[in-house]
């Protein structure tokens, strides 16, 4: 179905390449001879009259093949492969498997905190739901109450392994692989080109190496996200709010995003002109579909009240306060038919939102953590330290947002994603090492972009994903995953042509050759950095007064590194608006029209 | 000349990493048999090597293979000594794994080596239509070949090294230079694993006609020639018996039963009743049929296609064959298989049915993906890719033929998905033969097909 409709603006899309060359700065493509990092020399044969169906299942079968066989690999299991008593994110998933299909649904984010209770939203239980269903059916001492609680069976890895699997090839590959295309015609980049990136995109090691081998389900979010961006891409405005709601419904650090969707969708309601029409419509449909998605656990609860299941039935006496928001017990009949609901609601918002805990739990890359080395965070009072980072986000993303307010044009949107995520990544409260991929994500989209493999962005790109991937490294060799970490890392470098593999990347004809400098000398520091970092890290013990010298080393340089890419991300977005000079604008405003 | 891309070596790096990926990946015994060979070589002087019992996967391959896992055991000894003792049986700690699946790759080296001189420019005979593209995509699908990945580096074997040395062997033969090289490198081969004695006649036959009698006439024997080959050969086989002399007798039990003589496996077309002897009659008979026209015609490509059909013949009648002798076919094929499109619509069919078939060598759920997505992924990219380098044929194409392997092509999908995912449910754990049996009988026909189309290619060509 996709087919006809290139074809039909096959000669538009050429007619805005030609016009938009001449900005360009690199040769157009027709003259390029020979591929410039060994990815483009993979897709090479598919130069030409090779159609997408030909393609595209062949990139989907390689991809797919990378990620099972990285899935072989031992998943996160706490300290160390099948250790007791916690496990890890792996028992997490499987454990939500088993409470939402044994318990009652009003039971759901009241069961058991202390192992692993749900605490993410309820699309996440449901898909938990609908997994632990179907895994029944196979084996149903897998999710079996209590009984099935850090099970191990192979067959069950397996399985889980193919549940992340098959809700990536349903929701993030499809999103992704519309998204690049409606992001390279934007720009009319050829298909070919589309499909470089489209591979560089779906090989990030990071998000391989998070999903496949340490075990989450971050690409579905992601993928609900890049949907909403494939939707502001096409201008359905409506369906990018319903798409957002639904990544927020599966993930809650979807709101890394949040500003920027708000400012891309608000500013696109009064710029160029205020439509109230478009404001509404995007208004009702982000509050129906969140009314849809907490639906299920409203009319649950209500019908587990009507039953007279408790929510909370280890519970002897008086029910509890609620555990945020107890002022609103005053306004309300505790004995009121809709108490149980709001009971219920209030229960998910504190088990979604964790602000009981402190500033950051684990080491991870973010400013308050390297911050961390120098003044003590601990000994400032929580409410202070809630206050100064709830701050320090808002200044952080208010450049972004503000730019993305005034010029919602869909060009800058992976700028202000990335800015956005980046800026909660790191002056946010409770800051994991993996949510390093949502700003990862938007940044790593720009390949399929303008100039999106030219030498500048597969620079930056790659330095932040790497970066990225480098900080996960500690996570990762806490349970013996070095091996998959160096394999689809390196291959990453080596497919797209970056450090420590090739210096390719760098000293791009027609910059000036200050910037190209500055940008080698730093990011070659990085990668020197990194490189011995690793080498002290395997062979040399920290002294015995400071234990954790190297993963503090690890925070300290990749805050430094994730710091430049924010910058980077504010400065590509403040050019590309052209909010500064005026005679930039011309060219995409004339483009626009062509639309 | 302008590069060709991707290169050979860029693949190699790609492949690489999803191999290092399958580190942990199901092994089979032959796992414990290459470590116990490893500790054999290492601990113990050399002509203990073949009376060595401790285990029962005894030394059973010839000399050559046993100085391989020498050296390797040497290297192993710097790693992790523990896997090279003689009584630390199944051992397979992570060193162990890791050390002896790395061998594995890093010996694929000598492959990469040989497909670089088929693709290497002086090889390419432009005469013949086959240009350079297509030799680089037939050495980049050996490169990448599923039957490789899934018997070296899941399964666990080291046939990537030698098949490397085979084409070395069979590309050296190209160039009048390189004939006495080409048999002394296939001598060598021979001493490290006796299966390819299958492909023997065939190098005999065309050693004997293109090296030791002149092109025009039969009748004079070229004496130098045969004095320098015959002392060549000696010498090779000499290095690889004198040292572990005594254990030439139980050497040659090995090499009479060609196999380990692994029963119950799900090798097809040997129907039960016929007496070794039967086979061996019918191997003879199919192999002398195409070395006859070698005699007559003796040129490169005839001895590929001679040492291909000697391959299927041993693969369809041999006794005991194992379904990973079918690459004795497949790869020697893939180098002729682009000369023009009828050699590509016979070979088609067996490459769809020779992967197939191995698949039953991993029953394990968690490699099910990598088998089955990797094969379709080699298929559906070579098979495409041939299909647009492979030149018109000067002849007649069998109609028919062309319509049945693409009927064949398209039944296989339905078959996996049946074999793999709709018996389970239908039938759960009863009739579990079924999908055994249409996975054999479906290769078998592939195989069959194919072998029926080459020979036919091969004496009409």
């Known amino acids: 179905m996709a087919a006809p409709s290139s074809a039909t603006h096959k000669p538009r899309r050429n007619k805005a390449k030609k016009t938009a060359a001449y900005d360009a700065i690199t040769k157009p493509e027709s003259l390029v001879r020979t591929p410039s990092f060994p990815l483009a020399s993979f897709l090479w044969p598919a130069r030409g009259s090779v159609s997408q169906w030909e393609v595209l299942p062949l990139i989907l079968m390689a991809v797919g093949l990378f990620r099972w066989a990285a899935g072989l690999w031992g998943y996160s299991a706490g300290a160390g492969f099948q250790a007791p008593p916690m496990f890890g994110d792996f028992e997490a998933q499987r454990h939500w498997m088993e409470i939402t299909t044994q318990l009652p649904i009003s039971q759901w984010y009241f069961n058991d905190f202390q192992w692993w209770g749900l605490d993410y939203p309820p699309l996440t239980a449901y898909h938990s739901w609908l997994l632990g269903k179907i895994g029944a059916i196979i084996d149903p001492t897998w999710f079996e109450l209590f009984a099935s609680r850090g099970s191990h069976d192979p067959t069950l890895k397996i399985y889980m392994r193919a549940t992340v699997i098959v809700s990536e090839y349903l929701i993030y590959i499809p999103a992704t692989v519309i998204f690049v295309r409606r992001y390279s015609r934007l720009f009319g980049v050829a298909p070919w080109t589309a499909w470089v990136a489209l591979v560089a995109i779906l090989m990030q090691p990071a998000t391989i190496l998070i999903d496949h081998v340490h075990f989450q389900y971050n690409t579905v979010m992601l993928g609900f996200v890049l949907s909403s961006m494939s939707s502001m891409l096409a201008g359905r405005h409506m369906w990018a709010a319903v798409f957002f709601v639904a990544a927020l419904g599966f993930k809650q650090m979807a709101l890394y995003y949040a500003p920027a969707v708000f400012s891309f969708l608000l500013g696109s309601c009064i710029c160029p002109r205020i439509n109230v029409g478009r404001f509404a419509t995007i208004a009702i449909a982000t509050v129906i579909s969140f009314a849809v998605l907490i639906l299920p656990i409203v009319l649950g609860t209500l019908y587990d009240a009507s039953r007279g299941i408790d929510s909370q039935p280890d519970l002897d006496g008086p029910r509890p306060p609620l555990p945020i928001f107890p002022q609103l017990a005053e306004y309300l009949d505790t004995n009121a038919i809709y108490y149980p609901v709001v009971e219920q609601l209030v229960q998910m918002v504190h088990r979604i939102f964790p602000f009981s805990r402190g500033l950051f739990e684990d080491k991870v890359a973010n400013f308050w953590c390297a911050i961390n080395v120098v003044i003590k965070m601990r000994k400032y009072p929580a409410v202070l330290l809630q206050r100064i980072s709830l701050g320090a986000t808002l200044a952080s993303i208010a450049p972004a947002n503000l730019i993305l307010l005034i010029r919602p044009r869909k060009e800058l949107l992976p700028y202000a994603f990335a800015a956005t995520a980046w800026g909660f990544f790191m002056f946010s409260y409770q800051v994991h090492e993996k949510s390093a991929l949502l700003p990862l994500l938007p940044m790593t989209i720009l390949l399929a972009g303008k100039q999106g493999l030219g030498k500048d962005i597969r620079a930056w790109v790659g330095f932040a994903n790497l970066l990225g991937a480098w900080t996960m490294f500690p996570l990762l060799s806490r349970v013996d995953l070095k091996v998959p970490y160096a394999v689809l890392t390196l291959l990453w470098a080596y497919l797209l042509g970056l450090p420590p593999t090739s210096t390719s990347a760098y000293f791009q004809e027609g910059q000036s050759a200050w910037l190209q400098w500055s940008t080698a000398i730093i990011h070659g520091a990085f990668y020197i950095l990194m490189i011995v970092w690793h080498g002290l890290a395997q062979f040399v013990t920290p002294p015995p007064d400071k234990p954790d010298l190297w993963v503090v080393a690890n925070v300290g340089i990749g805050c430094a590194g994730f710091i430049l890419c924010y910058l980077w991300c504010i400065g590509k977005l403040v050019q590309e608006s052209g909010i500064l000079t005026r005679s930039v604008r011309q060219s995409p405003g004339s483009k626009s029209k062509t639309q | ?461």
């Not at chain 2, 299966?195 to 039969?218: D, E, G, H, N």
């Not at chain 2, 004095?227 to 090499?255: D, H």
């Open chain 2, 1 to 461: 000349m302008t590069e060709i891309h991707p290169s050979l070596w860029q693949c190699a790096v790609v492949a690489a990493a999803l191999k290092i990926l399958l580190f942990p990946a199901y092994k089979s015994t032959d796992f414990e048999v290459h470590r116990n060979w490893l500790a054999i070589t290492n601990s113990l002087p050399i002509w203990d090597w073949y009376y060595e019992k401790t285990s029962e996967w005894t030394l059973d391959y010839p000399p050559f293979f046993a100085y391989f896992e020498w050296a390797m055991s040497q290297v192993a000894y710097l790693v992790h000594p523990m896997m090279l003792r003689l009584h630390n049986l199944g051992y397979d700690s992570w060193q162990t794994v890791y050390f002896q699946r790395f061998t594995v790759i890093v010996t694929e080296l000598v492959l990469l080596y040989a497909l670089q001189i088929v693709c290497a420019p002086r090889f390419i005979d432009s005469a013949h239509g086959t240009s350079r593209r297509a030799a680089q995509a037939a050495a980049i699908s050996i490169l990448l070949s599923p039957g490789l990945l899934i018997i070296d580096h899941i399964h666990f074997q080291y046939n990537g090294c030698m098949y490397g040395i085979l084409i070395a062997s069979l590309v050296l033969a190209r160039n009048k230079s390189g004939l006495l090289a080409s048999g002394l490198v296939f001598a060598a081969l021979l001493c490290m694993k006796h299966i390819y004695a299958y492909l023997a006649p065939a190098y005999f036959v065309f050693l004997l006609r293109t090296y030791c009698l002149p092109p025009r006439s039969i009748y004079k024997i070229q004496f130098f020639n045969c004095v320098k080959l015959g002392s060549g050969l000696v010498a090779v086989l000499g290095l690889a018996f004198v040292a572990p002399r005594v254990g030439l007798p139980v050497n040659q039990e090995a090499l009479k039963s060609v196999t380990r003589g692994l029963v119950g496996d799900t090798s097809f077309a040997v129907l039960p009743e016929i007496t070794p002897r039967i086979c061996f009659a019918l191997t003879l008979l199919f192999q002398v049929i195409p070395l006859t026209k070698l005699f007559l015609r003796p040129t490169w490509e005839a001895f590929i296609g001679a040492v291909t059909l000697c391959g299927y013949a041993s693969f369809l009648f041999g006794w005991h064959v194992h379904e990973k002798a079918i690459l004795l076919v497949i790869i020697p094929f893939s180098l002729i298989a682009l000369r023009d499109r009828r050699h590509l619509s016979a070979f088609r069919p067996l490459a769809v049915s020779g992967h197939v078939s191995l698949f039953p060598l991993l029953f394990t759920p968690a490699e099910f993906p990598i088998k089955t997505v990797y094969t379709i992924f080699w298929l559906m990219l070579f098979l495409v890719m041939f299909d647009r380098l492979a030149p018109a044929s000067n002849r007649q194409r069998f109609f028919l033929f062309d319509r049945f392997s693409t009927l064949y092509i398209a039944i296989s999908i339905p078959l996996i998905v049946y074999c793999s995912l709709v018996h389970r449910v239908v039938f759960g754990n009863r009739y579990e033969f079924l999908p055994l049996m249409f996975m054999s009988s479906y290769s078998a026909a592939g195989v069959v097909g194919s072998w029926l189309g080459f020979m036919g290619v091969y004496f009409t060509s």
